[in-house]
Structures are given as structure tokens and as C-alpha cells.
């Protein structure tokens, strides 16, 4: 059994009267790809927003690296390792494509106030550093000819691969990707697959949310259901295909299927 | 790169040429006008740490300012400290002051953000008017002894101008380093949008808290400058006024960048000295004019500036590329 990265116990999430997350177990482990699905509303990217420390949990505990994490905020979540990306694109627009990756890049730069100020010999080493880091990720994304443009100058296909991108920046062992192929066209879809199969490739596991079927059942090496913000199925693509509740779930009938 | 480089030595040396020039400016009228300016400058460059970089709005950037004064003031009247040890105390002390503003308030964001700092400018005011043992209330503080440096003293406007316009230009180096590093980067992210700073691994919290600091930090600066160039300081000059008009200065002169502040602060001096015969109405056509600006140039006089040099600068390379290509080609036919 591979090692387990994240560990989520229990994980509830409460909004007022509702319960947008309950008792959610959650499992990533090294390596691997994690599909979360389930019908509108289900609890999914507030479940994302839980892992990534965005969202505080109401009740239940978090582990990364078997350290407990739920008290800590996003950006230290980033230093342990979780990368994400959202279902509406959050790039900086009036900034190019490099810009945003260098700010990506933010942990593994000297930024002391004394290095910052005296551009020292380590400064200006970190600086090219991130900078030849992002280069090489825009050439691996296929983008590397759009660096200087401004975001803002970007389809939305290539929008998204500069935020997977920015999230690589942080050297993540766990992306998070909120539906990155929504709005895609089935050509880009299969270009998206390669791309995620990619990054697994290079040892990072990645947690995918997304609603096109056939790419959560082709790329996923295990799925989670949620519907109404609980956890109602877990398994292998194979399982989850012929699981009766998702079924129901999905297709709201009874024993419609 | 390159080119960067020749603009940042230019740059320095349009600098050093200001200030040797100040030694041998005689008009005292303008003398005055030009200390002031610079000081008007240094206060908006502070602001623009929040404002423009940070996105984090500052209505009591006089409180600063005032502490900063009332720090060299008291220093060199009552414990009769050195000017520049008093300076660096105006420095650190504000730093801290902005350091602990920013704990409670960086939580805050647009107007509330907004309230609590014009709070915390209107509180320095009443401090200074009311714990009279200390501060002298209404009266103020007299008999600052002007600095003196390496024996000459600064009394006389022409070096002082030449003083205060090397502090500007080693705050303005700073913030330039500042501003491009990870630091600036950070900023300018929180200013975009606090959650992809966040999910960057930036610190967010942190971050606000240093631009908080830095920007106290200059201004208080300012201010010490301003106690050792009048050697008489009093309430009235840090006003709510006086925040509206440094947060005014960074606005008009172009936030989020480097030389904008310095633009503004030139503009509005000019401006309100160029209005000054008309007495009254003055403050009419001044704000008049405020407004006009703003409406017809939102991002600044300085970036309005910029991008039309630019894009005649970049329209004149073009131009020159197409020469160069056709020579080459010349060149490439002939051999």
C-alpha cells in the first residue's frame, strides 16, 4: 500500500443550517489520482476549499504527512505540499503569463528584507531560479510562446493550463484541480488528460474534481461520490459504475437503473 | 535587461544632478516651496506602499507623519538627542506605530479598512492636542535645532533641499528594490486578489502588516524632516487634511508606481502655489481641478504619461528594426 499524503477524518462543514460537507473521509495517496464527483451542490469544492485550508472544517481533523493541519491557513497548506487550482479561473489579468507564475514561485525566492534591498549574490541565484523553473513548466504546458502576453490576451483553454502551471510553481505533492476541463471542447479535453497523466507521471498525486465523465473514468485510480454533502460511495471506476446509490443519485429515480 | 539597467542609472543620476542643483538655487521663496514639495513626495511614496501596491486603503497616513515630527521634536528639545539619532528613532517608532495599527486592522478590508485608519489619525491628533506635558497641546513644540552634517548646518534652505531630496531619492531606490522582488510581487497579488495569494503560499497577513510597517516607516521619516526644517511643529499640521491630501498626491500622481507620487506631489504644489493670488477662490479651482483630473485620467498622471512615451518609444524601435532589416538585407544581396 503506497503511503497516505493527506488524511482527512470526519471533515463536516456547516453554513448556517446546512451541512455543505458531512463526515467526510478523505484519503490521497502518493501517486495517485482521486476523482471526486457528484451532482451540483454536493459538497465538492467546499470539500477542496476544506483540504486546501481555504475553509475551516466545523468539526473534524485534517493530516498531511501524519501532522495534524486543520488550524492552519492556506499559504502554510502550499508550504506542505497542496497545490490547487479553481473551478472560475484566478489569474491576475493585468499581469503576463510569467508574472503570474513568478508569483507562483514565491516560496522558493530570498525575500528578507536585507537580501531584498542588498539584491545579494543567493537573491539574484533564487530569482533566476524560479524564473528558468517557469520557463521550463510553460514549455512542458505547451504555452512557453505566450510568456510575455497578459493573461487577459488568453483563451480560456490556456488560461487554464497557467493556473495548473502556477500551482506547479509551488512544487506541490498533491494538486488539487477544480474542474479544470469545464467549458472545454472534447479535443481539449484529451489534451487535458495527457497533461494530468503527466504531472501523476512526475510523482505528484492529484485530487481531480470534475463533471465530464469519461475523463474522471479514464484518468481516476479511485473515486469518491458525494451527493448532498456525504460521502456515498468509494472505489474503483469499475466499482463506483455500478454502484446502486450513485446510480440513484445521479439519476434521482428508484430503482430506475 | 539591459535597457532596465540604463533607465535605473539614469535614473540615479537625474537624481544626484537634483540635488547638487539645489546648492545653487537662490530664490528662498522657491526654496521653501521645494522642501515642502519633497516632503509632500516622501508622504505620498509612503502611501503608495498601501494604496498602490497593497491595495489597502490609508485615511490616517498624517498620524504617521505626526509621530514622526513629534519623535525628533521631543528628542532634541526635551532629551536633547541628536538630530539623526532622532531621525532613526521617528523612523523605528513609526515603524513599530504601523506595525501595530496594521495588527488589528489588516483584518479589514475597503471602507472599514478606511474608517479605522482615519480613527487612528484622528486619535494621533487628539494626542497631540490634549496630553499638553508632553506635546505642548495647541502650542506645539519650538526651538528644534535644524541638523547639522559633517559641521555645516542645515538651516540654511539650499542644503537642506539637497538633504531632503537625497533622503527622497534613497527611499524611492528602496521601494524600487522592494517593489521588484517577491515582496512587491506579493503585493501586488493581494491587491489582485487575496486567494491566488494565498494558494501561492503567500503569506497574506504578513505581507499587509510589512507594507504597514514600511509605509509608517516613511512617513515618519517625513515628518522628521518636516520638525527639523521648521523647528516649530504643531497639531494642526497633521490633520485629517493632511491624510486626504497625501492619499490625494499618490491618487492624482499615478498608485502602483514608482515615480507616480513623485509626479503628483510636483503637480499639486505647483498647482496650489500657482493659485495662490487668487486667495479664496483658490480652493475652489484647486479642487475643481482635482476632480477633473481624476475623472479624465483615473489611473494617474504618471502611467497617462508613460504609456504615450512608450508607445512613441516603441513605435520609433519598430521603426528602426525595419531600417536594420532592410540594411541586412542590402548587406545579405551584395555579398
Not at chain 1, 472560475?88 to 514561485?105: A, D, K, Q, S, Y
Not at chain 1, 514549455?139 to 483553454?157: C, D, M, P
Not at chain 2, 497593497?54 to 505626526?66: D, E, H, P, R
Not at chain 2, 513599530?96 to 494621533?124: C, D, R
Request: net charge positive.
Amino acid at each position: 500500500m503506497s503511503k497516505i499524503l493527506v488524511k482527512a477524518e470526519q471533515v463536516s462543514v456547516k453554513f448556517g443550517g446546512l451541512w455543505a460537507v458531512k463526515k467526510v473521509d478523505v484519503d490521497v495517496k502518493a501517486g495517485e489520482i482521486l476523482g471526486i464527483i457528484g451532482p451540483n451542490g454536493a459538497g465538492k469544492s467546499t470539500l477542496l476549499n476544506v483540504l486546501t485550508g481555504l475553509q475551516r472544517p466545523s468539526a473534524g481533523q485534517i493530516q498531511i504527512d501524519n501532522g495534524y493541519v486543520s488550524k492552519k491557513d492556506a499559504w502554510q497548506m502550499v508550504k506542505m505540499g497542496i497545490g490547487r487550482s479553481f473551478q472560475t479561473i484566478r489569474l491576475l489579468n493585468e499581469l503576463t503569463v510569467i508574472e503570474n507564475l513568478l508569483i507562483g514561485g514565491h516560496l522558493y525566492t530570498k525575500r528578507g528584507l536585507l537580501d531584498v534591498l542588498g539584491r545579494t549574490v543567493r537573491w539574484r541565484k533564487t530569482e533566476q531560479q524560479i524564473t528558468n523553473k517557469a520557463m521550463e513548466l510553460l514549455q512542458l504546458l505547451g504555452i512557453g510562446h505566450k510568456a510575455q502576453e497578459e493573461i487577459s490576451a488568453l483563451s480560456l483553454e490556456e488560461r487554464r493550463r497557467v493556473e495548473i502551471a502556477r500551482a506547479l510553481m509551488t512544487r506541490p505533492k498533491v494538486l488539487l484541480l477544480d474542474e479544470p476541463g469545464a467549458g472545454f471542447s472534447p479535443q481539449e479535453s484529451d489534451q487535458l488528460c495527457e497533461l494530468i497523466l503527466s504531472i501523476r507521471n512526475r510523482g505528484i498525486s492529484v485530487v481531480l474534481v470534475e463533471h465530464n465523465m469519461k475523463v474522471i473514468m479514464s484518468l481516476a485510480d479511485r473515486i469518491i461520490v458525494l451527493d448532498h454533502g456525504q460521502k456515498i460511495a468509494d472505489g474503483t471506476p469499475k466499482e463506483i459504475s455500478e454502484d446502486e446509490l450513485v446510480i440513484r443519485a445521479y439519476l434521482g429515480g428508484e430503482d430506475h437503473a | 535587461m539591459n535597457r532596465n539597467r540604463i533607465l535605473f542609472w539614469t535614473c540615479i543620476l537625474v537624481g544626484m544632478i537634483c540635488i547638487l542643483s539645489s546648492l545653487y538655487l537662490q530664490n528662498l521663496y522657491i526654496l521653501r516651496v521645494a522642501v515642502f514639495a519633497v516632503i509632500a513626495a516622501m508622504l505620498a511614496v509612503s502611501v503608495n506602499l498601501l494604496v498602490g501596491y497593497t491595495g489597502q486603503v490609508s485615511l490616517g497616513q498624517a498620524g504617521f507623519y505626526g509621530i514622526g515630527a513629534y519623535t525628533v521634536g521631543l528628542l532634541t528639545t526635551q532629551w536633547h538627542w541628536s538630530f539623526w539619532l532622532a531621525l532613526l528613532a521617528a523612523f523605528i517608532l513609526t515603524s513599530l506605530t504601523g506595525l501595530i495599527l496594521g495588527l488589528p486592522t489588516t483584518q479589514l478590508k475597503g471602507h472599514f479598512l478606511g474608517i479605522a485608519t482615519l480613527g487612528f489619525g484622528i486619535i494621533v491628533n487628539v494626542i497631540f492636542n490634549n496630553w499638553t506635558s508632553l506635546t505642548g497641546g495647541p502650542n506645539g513644540i519650538r526651538g528644534i535645532a535644524p541638523p547639522e552634517l559633517f559641521g555645516i548646518s542645515l538651516q540654511y534652505e539650499n542644503y537642506f533641499l539637497g538633504f531632503s531630496l537625497f533622503c527622497l531619492m534613497v527611499v524611492v531606490l528602496m521601494v524600487h528594490l522592494v517593489v521588484n522582488s517577491a515582496i512587491g510581487r506579493a503585493w501586488k497579488c493581494i491587491r489582485h486578489d487575496e486567494i491566488s495569494a494565498q494558494v501561492s503560499g503567500i503569506n497574506v497577513y504578513g505581507y499587509k502588516l510589512m507594507a504597514f510597517s514600511l509605509s509608517g516607516g516613511i512617513a515618519g521619516i517625513a515628518g522628521g524632516l518636516y520638525a527639523g526644517f521648521m523647528t516649530f511643529i504643531s497639531p494642526e499640521t497633521f490633520d485629517l487634511n493632511q491624510s486626504i491630501t497625501i492619499i490625494t498626491t499618490a491618487i492624482l500622481g499615478g498608485p502602483g508606481t514608482l515615480f507616480g507620487p513623485l509626479v503628483g506631489a510636483g503637480v499639486l504644489t505647483v498647482l496650489s502655489e500657482s493659485l495662490r493670488a487668487l486667495n479664496e477662490l483658490r480652493l475652489i479651482i484647486y479642487r475643481a481641478i482635482l476632480v477633473t483630473v481624476i475623472v479624465f485620467l483615473p489611473e494617474g498622471i504618471y502611467p497617462f504619461i508613460s504609456k504615450k512615451l512608450r508607445k512613441r518609444g516603441i513605435a520609433s524601435q519598430l521603426k528602426l528594426k525595419d531600417r536594420r532589416r532592410e540594411l541586412d538585407e542590402q548587406d545579405f544581396s551584395q555579398s
